[in-house]
């Protein structure tokens, strides 16, 4: 696989020159201890990849020559959100790697009652280069979003009820169980959201809340798995049943 490198700023059309600067230029310049002439990937989150050639190193930049542009998409063919109330600490950045990987669109970090964790602008900035870094790897052109937390009120209420909605949620009174969604027999190729809850889950009152608005419980076996396996396995049932 070409190394990939991330451009900050979109390419326009024409043109036929680039420069790295920062991280991007750091990892090509000293990590990968790239020479002029080299070959490397580019791409800019707009779905486009670039072919381009090293032709000079400096102090803090590295600047290229593109040779080709094209339109790669790599995205599922549904748009899968998982709002999820994000864990503590380092557990949050593998989350979000591992997401972008599988092919999740977006992420809407979670505020719900039980929520622990809150993301500070600073740790969704962290996060937003986890999505790069990992697109990066996984061969991505566009970038996985992850928008501005939202409460638990704020996502039953404004979400678009053209979407297929989904709760999370390991054990049901046998009324909930009796209803529980099959996730394999939606018939959507358009968005899904699955809200995924904190590690005390969600409330009764919230699932009842969810119900009412119309999201469907989503139980997916009897084991209790933590938030991350849960995002994952849903994520990934919700992205294979179209995308093969
Ligand atoms: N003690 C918590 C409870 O009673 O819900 C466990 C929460 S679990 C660690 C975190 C979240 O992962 C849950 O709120 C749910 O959204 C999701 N989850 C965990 N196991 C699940 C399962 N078997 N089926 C569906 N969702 C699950």
């Known amino acids: ?12 059309p024409d043109c036929e020159v680039a420069e790295l600067t920062d991280q991007e230029a750091r990892h090509l310049a000293k990590v990968m201890r790239a020479q002029p002439g080299d070959q490397v ?4 989150g707009s779905g486009f990849q670039f072919a381009a050639t ?10 290229l020559r593109i040779h080709s542009r094209e339109l790669v998409s790599r995205e599922a063919n549904r748009r899968v959100t998982i709002a999820v109330s994000l864990p503590k600490g380092d557990r949050q950045k593998w989350l979000v790697e591992k997401l972008c990987e ?3 669109t977006t992420i809407i970090p979670l505020k719900t ?10 740790a969704l900035t962290r996060l937003r280069r986890c999505v790069i870094e990992a697109s990066k790897q996984c061969g991505r052109n566009t970038l996985m979003e992850i928008e501005s937390p939202q409460s638990f009120g704020e996502l039953i209420e404004q979400t678009n009820h053209e979407v297929v909605r989904f709760i999370a949620h ?4 046998a009324d909930k169980a009796a209803s529980n969604s099959d996730i394999t027999a939606i018939n959507t190729n358009g968005s899904v959201i699955a809200a995924i809850g904190p590690e005390g889950g969600f409330s009764e009152d ?9 999201f469907k419980p ?4 009897s084991r209790i798995l933590r938030i991350e396996t849960a995002s994952i396995a849903i994520s990934s049932l919700l992205i294979y049943t179209t995308d093969r």
């Open 170 to 173: 390991p054990y049901s009174s």
């Open 113 to 122: 009652e039980r929520s622990v964790a809150q993301p500070t602008d600073k």
């Open 54 to 63: 090293v032709s000079e190193i400096t102090r803090h930049s590295v600047n």
């Open 102 to 104: 599988v092919g999740v």
């Open 41 to 44: 990937e580019l791409f800019d």
């Open 1 to 12: 696989m070409p190394r990939r490198y991330f451009l900050e700023n979109r390419m326009e």
């Open 206 to 214: 919230e699932v009842d809340s969810a119900v009412q608005s119309g």
């Open 218 to 221: 989503l139980s997916i076996g």
